[in-house]
Each structure stands twice: as C-alpha cells, then as structure tokens.
C-alpha cells in the first residue's frame, strides 16, 4: 500500500528448461536466487533506496498526474520482464478517441511514452476511464507488436507465428567474397534515427560520421584495444562458470594442454562448435548450464556455453551481439544477419571468439554492436542498443 517494494518472482520459458528468478527487497539489500533445474545462484544486490516506483505504485502515479490535468511526466519503475534495473520513462498524454477492442468499439485515452534508453521508440498506449490499459503499440522497425485486452478464449486461440529472421537481416551494398577468411574490412552503417554509441574494442575501432552513421573498421591483424584493469571472473545463472557439468566439459576440452590461456580459449571454442551438435533454431535462449545438458542450440548457446566454460577456467569471458555476414546457409544469401558470439579476456585485451564457425576463431565481417556479462539484473537492458537498429540499419561496404 505504501509504494515500497516487497517481492518479485518471474519464471522465464524462452528454453527447454524454465528458469524462476525470486527476488526479495530487504532493508539492507536486495536479494536475488535463480532456479534452474537443480542449480541455484543467489546474488546479493543494493537495498531499496525509494528512487524507483513498483509497477502498481507507478499505475497509481500515471492516474494521478492524469486527473491532476498534467499531459507529460515521467516515472522511474521496474518491468520484471526486463530484469531489475529501473527504467526511466518519459509520459505524453494525448486526446481522448474510440478504439476497437474485442470486436467492440470503445472510448480511450490515448498515451506515448518512451523510455530514456531507446528515445527513439515510442509506446503507444490506450487506457479505459479507470487508466487500464486497453492496447498497446510499439513500432520496432521491422514489426509492429501489439497487446490488447482480451478473453480467455481470444487470448488462447493458435496463431501462426510471424517469420522474424528473415525480416530483421540487412543486404549490405555489395556481396563480400570468401568471408571467411576475410581479416580486414570497413563498412558504414547507417539509420534514419540517431545512431547509438557502438564499441572501439578488440580488433574493432569505430569513428562517428555524424548522428546518423558511424565507420566501422574490422582489423584481425591490428593490436587489439588494450585494458589495464584486469576484469574479474565472474558467474551467474546465465553463465555459470561453477556448474559441475560446465567443468566437466572444460576439463574435458583442454585435456593435455599447457597453461597458455590463448591455447585453452581455442581449445574450448572448436569442442563447443562440435559438442552443440543440434544446430537448431528451436532454442529461446537458454542458459550455459541448459546447453551443457542438452547440446543444442543457436548463436546465443554457443555463445554462453564458451563463456561459462572459459569462466570456469579462470578466463574473464563474456558475449558480444552484432551482426556476421552470411554468404549462403539455405535460404539466406549475401546478408548481414544479428549474431552472439563470445570474448575472452587475454593478455589484456578482449579476445573475440564465434563457437559457430567450424574454422577459424574470428572473421573480419563480425560487426559488434554492444557487449554483456549477461548478469541477471541487467542483461535485457544490455541488448536494447540493437533493438531501434533492427528493420532499419543499413550497411556500406567500403573494403573489401
């Protein structure tokens, strides 16, 4: 009643295995267990400072600012979906309309907000008299997602699924020859919004053009970008460098080898290629302890299942998103298409590591678009830089 957070629990099913994250809000900290199967990893987080509204706190706020007559607002909440980083979001109220609902037509409240990390996209939402919402719009570039109200019996119904893979890749200007062993190249990429800040790191150097373009350059053969802290090994649910079975197929890759760390890298991420056997797209996303389990998965399993191995092998790792460039895999030809893969800390500087290709570490056609630790409170928020580029980033070849 008094607005203060007491618990959270969200139970994710994007993998074969479901995952439970129960969160509780002490007075001196916040603590966080995630349940995977039989593995549990709690975290201690900071307390509850008040700087943040619960979502009914936040609802309550909404209808208040609305009847008080003000048209723009913000509030700071968190959405469980998103983990528990708080979420700045910027209000307009617009003008009273009808909508139809249901198959009925219904007077509404029309709202747009956005949130302070993606500016660019605006949520448009419909409340009824009481401020419950009624729909909800947000164009993504390359879908437009809608919720609205419904019955049991109209939210149930089977629908056929959208086909997303093929709507978010990108025809870059030209086709790239032999990519590869491609270990040089540069590309500009642009998009109609403002283009967000990407990374100078690895072999990646960035240079923005203005606030719609930046050149990216990929160097296999430059000096990687150099870091003096040292990063520490960390683990989490998503990542977890602690799991007897991520160990045991660690153990496992590296057999017979020495200390060399670059040496041991390379060894696990050609055993990943060849332990995920099921190259399937069927996967959600699933954790590093799921996909030891079962050896399936896409980009993003191998790109976790390396990490937690490198991890457990006392290598700081974590995984890059971005895009690679497909010349051909069935029905995609000459595109860019978004990609996970993996980084591994060596000898001061991050090392970029693609479990998915059977030859070579690395190519000069990965373009890295953000990078993440995948910590539980904050890897959702950590892959919204790609969500405003998709269905509208455009890509030049410059060289090859």
Same mark, same amino acid.
């Given at each position: 009643?008094?607005?203060?957070?007491?618990?959270?629990?969200?139970?994710?099913?994007? =993998? /074969?295995?479901?995952?439970?994250?129960?969160?509780?809000?002490?007075?001196?900290?916040?603590?966080?267990?995630?349940?995977?199967?039989?593995?549990?990893?709690?975290?201690?987080?900071?307390?509850?400072?008040?700087?943040?509204?619960?979502?009914?706190? =936040?609802?309550?706020?909404?209808?208040?600012?609305?009847?008080?007559?003000?048209?723009?607002?913000?509030?700071?909440?968190?959405?469980?979906?998103?983990?528990?980083?708080?979420?700045?979001?910027?209000?307009?109220?617009?003008?009273?309309?009808?909508?139809?609902?249901?198959?009925?037509?219904?007077?509404?409240?029309?709202?747009?907000?956005?949130?302070?990390?993606?500016?660019?996209?605006?949520?448009?939402?419909?409340?009824?008299?009481?401020?419950?919402?009624?729909?909800?719009?947000?164009? /993504?570039?390359?879908?437009?997602?809608?919720?609205?109200?419904?019955?049991?019996?109209?939210?149930?119904?089977?629908?056929? =699924?959208?086909?997303? /893979?093929?709507?978010?890749?990108?025809?870059?200007?030209?086709?790239?020859?032999?990519?590869?062993?491609?270990?040089?190249?540069?590309?500009?990429?642009?998009?109609?919004?403002?283009?967000?800040?990407?990374?100078?790191?690895?072999?990646?150097?960035?240079?923005?053009?203005?606030?719609?373009?930046?050149?990216?350059?990929?160097?296999?053969?430059?000096?990687?970008?150099?870091?003096?802290?040292?990063?520490?090994?960390?683990?989490?649910?998503?990542?977890?460098?602690?799991?007897?079975?991520?160990?045991?197929?660690?153990?496992?890759?590296?057999?017979?080898?020495?200390?060399?760390?670059?040496?041991?890298?390379? =060894?696990?991420?050609?055993?990943?290629?060849?332990?995920?056997?099921?190259?399937?797209?069927?996967?959600?996303?699933?954790?590093?302890?799921?996909?030891? !389990?079962?050896? !399936?998965?896409?980009?993003?399993?191998?790109?976790?299942?390396?990490?937690?191995?490198?991890?457990?092998?006392?290598?700081?790792?974590?995984?890059?998103?971005?895009?690679?460039?497909?010349?051909?895999?069935?029905?995609?030809?000459?595109?860019?298409?978004?990609?996970?893969?993996?980084?591994?800390?060596?000898?001061?500087?991050?090392?970029?590591?693609?479990?998915?290709?059977?030859?070579?570490?690395?190519?000069?056609?990965?373009?890295?678009?953000?990078?993440?630790?995948?910590?539980?409170?904050?890897?959702?928020?950590?892959?919204?830089?790609?969500?405003?580029?998709?269905?509208?980033?455009?890509?030049?070849?410059?060289?090859?």
């Amino acid at each position: 009643p008094d607005g203060k957070p007491v618990s959270m629990k969200i139970v994710t099913d994007m =993998a /074969m295995t479901s995952k439970t994250t129960e969160v509780t809000f002490g007075p001196d900290a916040t603590t966080m267990v995630n349940t995977q199967g039989t593995r549990t990893n709690t975290r201690k987080l900071p307390a509850y400072d008040g700087s943040w509204m619960p979502p009914a706190a =936040a609802g309550r706020y909404v209808t208040e600012q609305y009847e008080a007559g003000n048209k723009t607002f913000s509030y700071t909440t968190i959405d469980p979906m998103s983990g528990i980083e708080p979420l700045e979001t910027n209000v307009n109220i617009y003008e009273e309309e009808t909508i139809e609902v249901g198959g009925k037509v219904v007077p509404a409240i029309r709202m747009g907000s956005t949130l302070t990390k993606m500016p660019t996209m605006e949520i448009i939402t419909h409340f009824d008299a009481d401020i419950q919402p009624l729909r909800t719009s947000v164009d /993504m570039g390359f879908m437009q997602m809608t919720l609205e109200r419904a019955d049991k019996e109209i939210a149930l119904a089977e629908r056929s =699924a959208p086909e997303m /893979m093929l709507d978010t890749t990108i025809t870059p200007s030209k086709p790239i020859s032999s990519p590869r062993k491609l270990r040089r190249a540069t590309y500009v990429l642009k998009t109609p919004d403002t283009m967000p800040e990407l990374p100078t790191i690895g072999v990646q150097t960035v240079k923005r053009i203005d606030d719609h373009s930046v050149r990216v350059t990929v160097d296999l053969d430059a000096a990687s970008a150099r870091t003096n802290d040292r990063p520490a090994v960390t683990h989490n649910s998503n990542i977890d460098g602690k799991d007897p079975r991520i160990i045991a197929l660690k153990d496992e890759a590296t057999q017979g080898l020495g200390d060399d760390p670059a040496e041991r890298a390379e =060894a696990m991420r050609r055993f990943v290629y060849d332990y995920i056997d099921e190259k399937s797209l069927g996967v959600g996303f699933a954790t590093a302890t799921e996909v030891a !389990q079962t050896g !399936q998965g896409d980009c993003s399993e191998h790109g976790v299942l390396l990490a937690a191995m490198l991890r457990a092998d006392g290598i700081p790792a974590r995984v890059a998103s971005g895009l690679v460039y497909i010349d051909s895999a069935g029905q995609f030809q000459n595109i860019f298409g978004y990609h996970m893969w993996t980084q591994a800390y060596l000898d001061g500087a991050w090392v970029d590591l693609d479990a998915t290709m059977s030859k070579g570490a690395y190519d000069a056609t990965h373009i890295t678009i953000n990078t993440s630790n995948m910590d539980e409170d904050k890897w959702v928020n950590d892959m919204v830089t790609m969500i405003p580029l998709i269905g509208k980033l455009e890509v030049e070849v410059i060289k090859p």
